[in-house]
């Protein structure tokens, strides 16, 4: 999805495309099952462990993805990048999880990508 986003988006805009399409696919069906699974991913430590780590290797492999769609192919900020995607899905599922998935998680990713884009103007 978002090799695909890259060819007509700027980086930012393509991991949003892509994690609010990835995001919306995966945890707005059979919501009970995914709130289920996100509770188990909190309170089992090795579970947590092991999304981490998932998670670390993801931003890596999105950073790869990204540099060659940065002007000076920058692998340092396409690694903020791809991590600021990450903590944007973490604050998404984070809300999603706290209000019982009352709202669609892809809302959220959606709104937590409007948030970030307007960080630089925060005094």
Do not use: C, K, N
């Amino acid at each position: 999805a978002i090799a695909r986003a890259l060819q007509d988006r700027s980086p930012f805009a393509a991991l949003r495309s892509a994690f609010v399409a990835v995001f919306a696919e995966r945890y707005d069906t059979d919501t009970d099952f995914q709130l289920l699974r996100a509770q188990l991913m909190s309170d089992v430590p090795s579970i947590y462990a092991a999304s981490a780590a998932d998670d670390a290797e993801t931003q890596e492999q999105l950073a790869h993805l990204i540099a060659p769609h940065l002007g000076d192919h920058d692998l340092d900020t396409a690694r903020l990048l791809a991590g600021a995607a990450l903590l944007a899905s973490y604050w998404a599922f984070d809300r999603w999880q706290a209000e019982s998935a009352t709202r669609p998680l892809a809302q959220l990713v959606d709104e937590a990508f409007d948030r970030m884009s307007h960080l630089a103007a925060v005094r």
